[in-house]
């Protein structure tokens, strides 16, 4: 399954910038993670979706947001001189003059666009007061 193993090369970037980039201590929880899809980027969002919620299981992640900012195809149309946003993948015609463009500017994108930390990570774990006989001081 081809978005099972997006998912998993995603959580697995998300976690490198977590801990190496962001220096992040193992009980900070992510609560959003954004990614830029486009059009031609052959994931289907919804399935997408659902591998992240399995292959998120267990980790920083767990239960965090995927938030899809879907990118559609642009073209550059050297008729026009200027991008073009194609209104469906079907065709890489340019909307305005008709020239047919392999000039693809955007719409293949696949990428971390931004993380969120969940704000009360610290303290959900922590025990209360009244549970003196768990902790070990
Ligand atoms: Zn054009």
Redesign the pocket.
Known sequence: MHELSIAASLVELVEEQASKVLRLPDAARISVVGIRLGALSGVVKESLLFCFDSVTRGTRMQDAVLEIEEISVTIF?T??DTE?TLPSIQSLR?P????VSLGITRGKELELSFIELSEDTTNEHAPTPYQHENCPA
């Open positions: 149309c008729t026009c073009q340019c305005v003059c008709g020239t």
